[in-house]
């Protein structure tokens, strides 16, 4: 059974920073390319940032120069690191794990609640 559990939202000022974390489980972690994926009230998930297996790293403009994403394949996790915070970050952020020769093998978490606001 695959399970991708996500930790380490919450409230936050702006300019403030938070990180994420993603646990797996069920998969050969190695093999994945691993992402986040956020979704505002009212929008739809959008993509985040993504890191591959031999990990190379892509940012959405938005967010580049202020998150970094990283993976330590012994833990089995990956991590987002989120800096200089704005309110428009404000969405539920989601781990998302794909096969990277197998792309049908993709699986998500549930989600973590990240919130930017004074």
């Known amino acids: 059974q695959v399970q991708l559990v996500e930790s380490g939202g919450g409230l936050v000022q702006p300019g403030g920073s938070l990180r994420l974390s993603c646990a797996a489980s069920?998969?050969?972690?190695?093999?994945?390319?691993m992402g986040w994926y956020r979704q505002a009230p009212g929008k739809q998930r959008e993509f985040v940032a993504h890191?591959?297996?031999?990990?190379?790293?892509n940012y959405v403009d938005s967010v580049k120069g202020r998150f970094i994403i990283s993976r330590d394949n012994a833990k089995n996790t990956v991590f987002l690191q989120m800096n200089s915070l704005k309110p428009e970050d404000t969405a539920v952020y989601y781990c998302?794990?794909?096969?990277?020769?197998?792309?049908?093998?993709?699986?998500w978490g549930q989600g973590t609640q990240v919130t930017v606001s004074s």
């Open positions: 890191i591959t297996n031999s990990f190379s790293t």
């Open positions: 998302n794990s794909e096969h990277t020769w197998r792309p049908s093998m993709e699986y």
């Open positions: 069920g998969i050969i972690f190695r093999l994945y390319r």
